[in-house]
């Protein structure tokens, strides 16, 4: 969907109904949703699919997502993870991914996903061999075919990668790559909408509560226009923005907005069967139509800075690093750059999910970290079983509960990317 006035029509160009402020949103519902990107359209999507019955409402200040992570995501995925959490919910997202278009078919049209699998190549230098071969021992053990190549290996079948100063890589063909994120959300929001959920467009300035100390309780969505939607449950589920709404309840998030900018160049010279390459040093790329997309971490990676590309990135930190690792990109040429936000948890670089324990109708789906879109599936359907059973059926996604902040306990995932 974009913004104006086309912002209330659906993918197939039929008019939606939108919303468009908090006099036209609903007075109750059974579960209110703060947040209407990936994870928000995610757990709509099944709770309407697992319950048809329920009232649900996306309530989202910029439906036509302009500033959102899901439009501006590099939109891959992996099961190069060092936590099983981790590995198992890529791997029910890429089934998923793999079946999207029946699972999203709205009116007998079904969405394109351009999921493509070359994987990912995993290169470690000589510090960080072990801790490759000994993520690569727990991949394999939860059903993750990722194959160690040793430099030899590595050159024969990547002769345009520079291979001396490498100890090995891991890789993950066939199970491992990328899509179309913003087609991806596009869908997963539509079909919740055809399923039932509707979608608001407003800004949640509160979460009300009812009660005291045990019997406390969500108990309703305050817009900054005035509007509250009365909800049984509520959903946190506001990517970057998540940690301003979280604190009215009293919930410190420690998710913070940082910025990404991810490069588009081009390269005279092809580079036959390339995956979505990780340096040693940290920085990633990989195909992109007939070109390539990269990206590193900035320093300093400061919080809430603009979405606008910060191009010094790409000359002062990526193309002298792309020139050793590739010689072919000596040649590259720098075609355009845009900027999103990672909505980073900065106790452990992972999500956060489920209840939270003082106040247990509030759900959070939130500090993906760089992973929301690939853990979207497998997350939407945790949160939705914990509305409606009361705990994760499909998958046990308790090492990633919100209850871990206050528990102190930190999930140590060692393969963090950017």
Do not use: K
């Amino acid at each position: 969907m974009s913004s104006g006035s086309t912002a209330d029509r659906r993918a197939d160009g039929a008019p939606e109904r939108v919303a468009r402020d908090g006099r036209d949103a609903p007075a109750s519902v059974d579960v209110a949703i703060v947040g209407a990107g990936i994870a928000g359209a995610s757990v709509a999507y099944w709770l309407t699919r697992m319950d048809p019955s329920l009232a649900v409402a996306l309530v989202e200040r910029d439906p036509g997502f302009a500033q959102a992570s899901s439009q501006r995501s590099a939109s891959s995925i992996r099961q190069q993870f060092s936590s099983p959490v981790n590995i198992r919910m890529s791997q029910f997202g890429l089934a998923f991914l793999r079946e999207a278009g029946e699972a999203l078919e709205v009116d007998g049209d079904r969405p394109a996903i351009g999921l493509v699998d070359p994987g990912y190549l995993y290169l470690a230098d000589a510090a960080q061999a072990d801790g490759l071969r000994a993520q690569n021992a727990v991949q394999r053990a939860h059903g993750a075919p990722i194959e160690l190549l040793e430099p030899d290996a590595l050159a024969a079948r990547f002769p345009w990668l520079a291979t001396g100063d490498l100890a090995l890589g891991a890789l993950g063909a066939g199970v491992e790559g990328w899509f179309d994120g913003p087609a991806l959300h596009a869908a997963m929001l539509r079909r919740a909408r055809a399923q039932g959920a509707r979608l608001v467009r407003g800004e949640v300035a509160s979460i009300e509560t009812a009660g005291d100390g045990d019997a406390r309780r969500a108990a309703a969505l305050r817009l900054a226009d005035g509007t509250r939607i009365a909800c049984g449950h509520a959903v946190l589920a506001a990517g970057a923005w998540s940690r301003p709404v979280a604190a009215t309840v009293g919930l410190a998030l420690p998710v913070h907005a940082r910025r990404r900018t991810v490069f588009v160049f081009s390269c005279p010279t092809p580079l036959p069967g390339c995956p979505l390459v990780i340096d040693p040093t940290g920085f990633w790329f990989r195909p992109e139509g007939r070109g390539f997309i990269g990206s590193t971490t900035p320093e300093p990676d400061a919080d809430d800075l603009p979405l606008e590309p910060n191009m010094a990135e790409f000359d002062e930190a990526l193309w002298t690093a792309l020139a050793h690792r590739v010689p072919a990109f000596e040649a590259l040429r720098i075609e355009r750059a845009w900027a999103g936000y990672y909505e980073m948890n900065l106790w452990d670089h992972n999500a956060l999910l489920g209840a939270w324990p003082a106040l247990p109708n509030l759900m959070v789906a939130t500090g993906f970290s760089g992973h929301g879109m690939q853990q979207a599936p497998a997350a939407g359907r945790g949160v939705a079983e914990c509305v409606l059973h009361g705990g994760w059926r499909t998958l046990d996604l308790s090492d990633l509960s919100v209850a871990r902040l206050a528990e102190g306990r930190r999930l140590l995932e060692a393969n963090v990317i950017g």
